[in-house]
């Protein structure tokens, strides 16, 4: 069924709750068969007349304020193109063949926009739900004021679900934007003569620690060499994505001029210190010499790198770890080590959401990872890649962001 075969006028009749159709004057555009039932009321009552001309404020009750209140919320849904969720109102409402007798209703409103495709507001959705019922099953002052407060309760309670469905889909949009903000800022597959490198990206499950990894692969001076590093950002959405952004940058040219790779994070430090949300941030850098066939690195607290020999021997990079970035209020010059590679080994540089789970030893990740690495080491790294984010995230997704960079030496 499309949407030219539903009848959405029926629909709207057929609406289990109390709906009406105002303009933005406040004039009744329609209502529904639930609320003329409830309400006591029929459309020749209602329709193409001023809401309180139909409903008024018991002129008895100087303190009457629910329709008041009720003006005040539509009012402020027309000018703002909001949803608004009222408190629990009392009303009195005139019973329509006894003029002048008033009857005390409870209705719980909620009030929302329809905007055409400018965004224009051109009517207003009313939605009431009646809970007099609900206040006068017990009877009695005391039992009315407990039917008062679980209705005020029920009313807050759904009012807190509203906000959260917002807040949801608030974080979704900004999850959206900071995907695709860390899409085009981060580099795509590189080859660098018969050297080819595969990278992957995939973001957490669910809006939080989304868009903090990254990844950066340069092209360096002096011979045959690329640099290659993997960081990560504490935080999420769009802030963690633009201080991801800032970093890599940094690190980016850093890297170019940098006699070698702990100089590069000594600078991305320093750089880190004035950036708003770098703080905690790690990273890990290698510089690769291809002629040589050495590698130097340097980490910020980030997990070790790993050197899969042809043999499948697997040695992971630990032997220059410094803590992250800016965690000295004085940096000092960072740790680098090196270390010598066999033509057609593998370097492999990940993000923690690769190897960690929560309850677990990082250890067993580490070995987990190195099992994987060993398993597949003779697929290209395109398959290699693939295989090993199989492998190793959970089959609903990781609770974390993953970044991944495989290079064949």
Known sequence: MNDTAIDYARVFQALP???????????????????????GRTREQMIGRY???????????????????LAASLTRVAATGERDSMALQRYDVENP?????????????VNAPV?????????????????????????????????VLEAELYTRARELQELNERLRQAHAREREVALALQEAMLPARRQLGRHHAAVRYRPAVGALNVCGDWYDIVDLVGGHRMGVAVGDVVGHGLEAAGVMGQLRSALSAASRVAAGPAE??????????????????????TFIDFDHHTITYSSAGHPPPALVQ?????EFLDQATDPPLDARPDPIPRPQAGTDYAEGATLVLYTDGLIERRGEDIDTGLARL????????????????????????????????????????
């Open 17 to 39: 709750g109390m709906v009406a159709l105002l303009t933005p004057d406040l004039v009744y555009a329609d209502v529904n068969e639930e609320f003329l039932r409830l309400a």
């Open 51 to 69: 809401l309180f001309d139909v409903f008024p404020d018991n002129p008895n009750d100087p303190g009457a304020s629910g329709m008041r209140n």
């Open 97 to 109: 063949e006894r003029p002048g007798e008033w009857e005390e209703r409870y209705w719980s409103p």
């Open 115 to 147: 905007c055409d495709a400018d965004g224009k507001v051109v009517l207003l959705v009313h939605r009431v739900e009646e809970v007099t019922e609900l206040i006068r099953l017990r009877g009695g002052p005391a039992g009315g004021r407990a039917r």
């Open 264 to 285: 590069a994070l000594n600078v991305l430090g320093r750089y880190a210190h004035v950036v708003d949300g770098a703080e905690s941030a790690t990273a890990v850098t």
């Open 310 to 314: 042809p043999d499948g021997r697997v």
């Open 370 to 409: 190195a099992e994987s690495l060993d398993r597949h080491r003779d697929e290209d790294p395109e398959r290699l890649a693939d295989a090993v984010l199989l492998e190793l995230l959970p089959p609903g997704g990781a609770t974390d962001d993953t970044a991944l960079v495989i290079v064949r030496l």
